[in-house]
């Protein structure tokens, strides 16, 4: 019997080993076949301390608590457990074997078996969330829907057998003994060994070997199975998971968001100017894809965590972040490698310009895949290279061209929103005078757009009122580039963004204090102050919220604690998960003494109002639409007030509230706090300053394009339990 046992044992694993070592080969190589990517390997001990915490404290995995915690003790049991596996290759051949120095180690045996167990109650915890979650959350409100389930199922139930081989040894083993051990040893398994018992020297002697052999065929099955198909994300992520996160992006515990990735060909930055004949525009096909794109991809779990906070997803659109990390790894991984186009073969149009990048794909993902920036290089290629784009934006893209704004309103009439200010405001023409201590960028909206006008003049009248010396650059502003690069439009970008830097060192060319920049649009906070640092220009960029808030606190800004009526705020994207900025606009909300209160999806599960990425300029013909799927949550709360801290969120908001017939108004934080500053009441300052919709038809729409009325009356339900799986 031994022999056949050993035979069986020994030749698995010599197959097994041999096939997975060829195997993480060709993986490897397939990876580094990829595009290269220079910008990965610096500060290499900050990013090892960054992957161990990351990875060992399970920080990102902790956002799904209980699913977060039973995915520690398998992970640390995958690792753990190895000793055991080492022993059974001894007990096929003697049943009292054990390993040298550690095997008879009671506090070694006692965790051996505590991790088992662990493991084991673990796994069966990730089984039921994922069976409980297919019969309660049906078809796309599963956030496994469209996921390998077969896959999963085979991973789930080596671990249970090996687990259960586990313990079956130690009762064996402890039988064995007859209790003439320390009692210790088997402290854990106790409930085996008394099974076991009974049982006769002779035949336990027998069972040690054939269940050992058992625990090796399963092992090494595991690793026979997961070599023959590379693109099985839900296990080779455990070994290729530490190194995409090791290799992100940021190296910073933030997720990777902000500043989208310098345009690289050949791993170099690309001259717009004067680009190469052979130069990479995007990814237009597998061999486009950057080395770190192909181990974002090969490292995806499937779990659906990106796909269960997608607002795209969650309002019927045929964007899934996972699903479109696995169509494009099964397409780049594939046994026979594909030249054919990844967008329109593999990806729809439809899928990638469905994106509003909000980051809640990223921020959520444990193993930091970097969806929006795959987006975009697929947008890339598809401007640059195919022209291929929504209609919408060719009028932007031209209107961003000519006017130097996404609506092609007249250069000069940025200045017009100070007419209507009854306090002076300073207008650079020149150098910046010493004396001015913020440059206020007032943005196109923030120039242009009536409601995103209200919030200038408020930003700029509390400014005045607390004796900032500020000043703005008026016509001399243009627009950052942030729609045009969001949208893959990189070429107009780069014009843009020059342009614009060329005007702030102009501006700043003998100024010797701080460069801070006010800003009260997100998009434009994060184009300049962390976009153009790729340029070689940074700027001390502070949001208007976070101002304001720093001058209550220093007492230049009094709000009389007038209490309102009940308000809630909305996180922008831009704001919150790209920058992670949520305290400054809720300390300054409650500074006004309102009737503060949360909607369920807040900071960083805030749930998107549709504007970014472009989305502002293109219609939602798709699905239901996102604002409406969240005025529908701030009405929900009661509150009779929704807080803005971007421009595009107000539109967005605004429109959502139109098209529901709502009378909940929508204002800026700031002006929450200018009526309480200035001791109005929140009665009167809520018809003056914010933007009430009476019950009108949906279709009427100033800045977004029509609403369609039928989605309106459609709207996806609000899932706020999409983080309980």
């Not at 060829?22 to 992957?51: C, H, S, V, W």
């Not at 139109?658 to 018809?687: C, F, I, P, W, Y």
Request: charged share 20%; net charge neutral; aromatic share 10%.
């Amino acid at each position: 019997m031994t022999p056949l046992l050993a035979l069986v044992s020994y030749g698995i694993s010599i197959v097994a080993i041999g096939l997975f070592t060829a195997k993480a080969l060709e993986m490897y190589r397939r990876i580094k076949a990829g595009q290269p990517d220079p910008t990965r390997g610096n500060l290499k001990r900050k990013r090892f301390a960054l992957m161990a915490k990351e990875v060992l404290g399970h920080t990102k995995m902790l956002n799904f608590t209980v699913s977060g915690i039973a995915h520690w003790f398998v992970m640390i049991g995958f690792v753990a457990l190895f000793g055991t596996l080492v022993t059974a290759y001894g007990q096929i051949f003697n049943p009292k074997f054990h390993l040298p120095l550690i095997g008879t180690w009671t506090p070694y045996n006692l965790f051996v078996e505590a991790i088992a167990w662990l493991t084991g109650i673990s796994i069966v915890a990730l089984i039921l969330i994922r069976q409980v979650t297919r019969f309660v959350r049906k078809d796309r409100a599963s956030r496994f829907f469209g996921s390998y389930s077969g896959r999963a199922y085979f991973v789930e139930a080596v671990i249970l057998a090996i687990v259960f081989c586990v313990i079956a040894l130690r009762g064996l083993e402890g039988a064995l003994m007859g209790y003439q051990g320390n009692p210790w040893d088997f402290a854990l398994s106790k409930p085996a060994v008394n099974y076991f018992a009974g049982f006769e020297y002779s035949r336990i002697e027998e069972l040690i070997p054939i269940v050992a052999t058992l625990k090796i065929f399963i092992s090494m099955s595991w690793f026979i199975v997961v070599a023959s198909n590379l693109r099985m994300g839900v296990a080779w992520h455990r070994f290729l998971a530490p190194f995409n996160i090791f290799f992100k992006r940021n190296v910073d515990a933030a997720p990777t968001l902000g500043a989208l990735p310098e345009m690289l060909s050949k791993g170099a930055p690309i001259d717009f100017e004067d680009p190469k004949e052979d130069d990479v525009f995007g990814i237009g096909k597998a061999a486009d894809i950057s080395w770190k794109g192909l181990l974002d991809m090969a490292s995806c779990t499937e779990c659906g965590r990106c796909q269960s906070q997608c607002p795209a997803w969650h309002t019927d659109k045929p964007l899934s972040p996972k699903l479109l990390i696995m169509a494009m790894r099964d397409h780049a991984l594939a046994k026979v490698p594909s030249d054919k186009p990844i967008v329109g073969e593999t990806i729809s149009p439809d899928v990638l310009w469905s994106c509003t990048t909000c980051g809640a794909c990223v921020n959520e993902c444990p193993v930091d895949i970097e969806h929006i920036d795959h987006i975009v290089n697929m947008r890339r290629f598809q401007v640059l290279v195919d022209s291929e784009f929504p209609t919408e934006l060719g009028g932007t893209f031209r209107n961003l061209e000519k006017a130097g704004n996404p609506w092609g309103a007249n250069r000069m009439d940025r200045n017009s929103w100070i007419k209507e200010c009854d306090f002076p405001i300073q207008v650079i023409e020149g150098e910046l005078p010493e004396s001015v201590e913020y440059l206020f960028w007032v943005g196109c909206a923030g120039a242009y757009e009536e409601r995103a006008k209200k919030t200038t003049k408020a930003v700029a009248e509390l400014l005045y009122m607390a004796g900032v010396d500020f000043a703005v650059l008026g016509a001399r502003e243009t627009c950052t580039g942030d729609p045009a690069r969001r949208a893959g439009n990189e070429f107009l970008y780069q014009i843009l963004s020059r342009e614009n830097i060329e005007t702030f060192k102009e501006v700043y060319s003998t100024y010797k204090g701080s460069k801070k920049v006010v800003v009260t649009c997100p998009h434009c906070f994060t184009t300049i102050g962390r976009d153009y640092k790729q340029q070689g220009y940074e700027l001390e960029m502070v949001h208007h919220t976070q101002l304001l808030n720093a001058l209550v606190k220093e007492g230049r800004l009094k709000p009389v604690n007038r209490a309102t009526s009940k308000l809630t705020y909305h996180d922008p994207c831009y704001l919150g998960r790209h920058n992670q900025i949520y305290e400054p606009p809720r300390e300054l909300l409650e500074s006004t003494g309102v009737d503060y209160v949360e909607m369920p999806r807040n900071k960083e599960r805030s749930f998107c109002c549709g504007a970014g990425g472009g989305r502002m300029w293109m219609e939602e013909k798709l699905g239901t639409r996102i604002n409406l799927n969240r005025v529908d949550e701030a009405i929900s709360t009661g509150a009779k007030e929704v807080a803005v801290g971007c421009p595009f969120c107000r539109v967005m908001v605004s429109d959502g509230m139109t098209g529901r017939g709502s009378d909940v108004a929508v204002l800026d934080v700031a002006q929450a706090l200018l009526r309480t500053v200035k001791n109005e009441s929140g009665e009167r300052s809520a018809q003056q300053s914010s933007d009430v919709s009476p019950p009108i038809n949906a279709t009427d729409d100033e800045s977004k394009g029509k609403v369609d009325q039928h989605n309106s009356d459609d709207s996806a339900p609000l899932d706020t339990d999409s983080s309980a799986d």
